[in-house]
């Protein structure tokens, strides 16, 4: 079973950073991915961005050359850099492990953690 610990959201005014982490315990894989999805209250959750074990990373477009995703293998820990923040930033940042092994997939989510901006 895989646990999912995030830490670093809060209250950032406008144009801010902030930096959001997540640790993972149990059988991790090098297959893994690990990322971070946010969600807005009424709204879907959204990816904000994704990254494999080897670094190869994905980013919605919305958050391209703001936020960087990034991942310590040897932690099991992801995190992510969030700078140049805007009002429209503000949601509920959850880590997410993407496993696919062996035709199965499954899908494991932090408890949450929210990131507000101010203007």
């Known amino acids: 079973q895989v646990q999912l610990v995030e830490s670093g959201g809060g209250l950032v005014q406008a144009g801010g950073s902030l930096r959001l982490s997540c640790a993972a315990s149990?059988?991790?894989?090098?297959?893994?991915?690990m990322g971070w999805y946010r969600q807005v209250l009424g709204k879907q959750r959204e990816l904000v961005a994704s990254i494999t074990s080897a670094g190869s990373t994905t980013y919605a477009d919305s958050v391209k050359g703001r936020f960087t995703v990034s991942r310590d293998n040897a932690k099991n820990t992801v995190y992510l850099q969030m700078s140049s923040l805007e009002p429209e930033d503000t949601a509920v940042y959850y880590c997410?492990?993407?496993?696919?092994?062996?035709?199965?997939?499954?899908?494991?989510w932090g408890q949450g953690t929210q990131v507000s901006v101010s203007s």
């Open positions: 149990g059988s991790i894989f090098s297959s893994d991915i």
């Open positions: 997410n492990l993407d496993r696919r092994r062996f035709g199965i997939m499954n899908n494991y």
